[in-house]
């Protein structure tokens, strides 16, 4: 979706240039419903995690996915499931998150799941660590399937999804890692079940709670995107130059 909303400015800096003299400019990736204005942290957010058969998500499965639901300040919605993927779970995959084919052959497959998943994720913006893989996979299942007549904005093809790495790439650029358990850790956030999707999932959206606290994140939610498809674009231009 593309709208225009007032930006206003937040503070400046190398890497948050000031704004003020921008009274009016387009802002993409809102999802439908959601005014820029629209304060980001009076939004109802839905943190998501899959865990999956691998990386690839035209030929991988989802093995569990889980959604945490933040509304008026609390989490009022946590539930996760476990999905049969069709195939065998690679030893690499179990071996990240312990997700046995014991564990999901009585599982559902991942279309049965759907309209559960599909009103847990209906009128919140969707966040997740690292949220292109797990949006990518999420699609890539639902492409598989008949498309909802009224999508989430976790399936809405021009709605961005919220991503406490792109922050942590930026507010702890000088700390030697970003992996979500080593953030968590430097903000004092317990994350006992690494790589189980409710516990990420929850982490996630812990640390993009206290992310919220630091004063340079601009506070409106087109104003946040904007400036969260910025950093993605500036991190990637440098990984192309390193690896160029």
Partial sequence: MRVVVDLGCFPTGRHYPGIAHLLRVAAL??????????LVRELPIVAIDTETTGRDP???????????????????????????????IPKEAFDVHGISDEAVKDAPPFAHIVPELLDALQGAIPLAYNAEFDRKQLMAELGRLSAPAN??????????WID????????????????????????????TNAHRATDDAEAALNV?????EDTRLPR????????????????????????G
Avoid: T
């Fill in 29 to 38: 990736g809102l999802a439908e419903g959601f005014l820029g204005e629209h």
């Fill in 58 to 88: 035209s030929s991988d499965r989802v093995v569990e996915v889980a959604c945490v639901r933040w509304e008026r300040g609390e989490v009022v919605f946590r539930k996760s499931w476990l999905v049969n993927p069709g195939r065998p």
């Fill in 151 to 160: 999508p989430p904005p976790a399936f809405q093809k021009n709605a961005d």
């Fill in 164 to 191: 406490p790495l792109v922050w942590a790439r930026e507010l702890h650029k000088l700390e030697k890692s970003r992996a979500l358990g080593d953030v968590a850790a430097r903000l004092g956030i317990e994350l």
């Fill in 208 to 212: 993009f709670m206290r992310f919220q």
């Fill in 220 to 243: 409106n939610y087109g104003a946040f995107l904007q400036e969260q498809r910025r950093l993605a674009r500036a991190f990637e231009s440098e990984r192309i130059r390193w690896r």
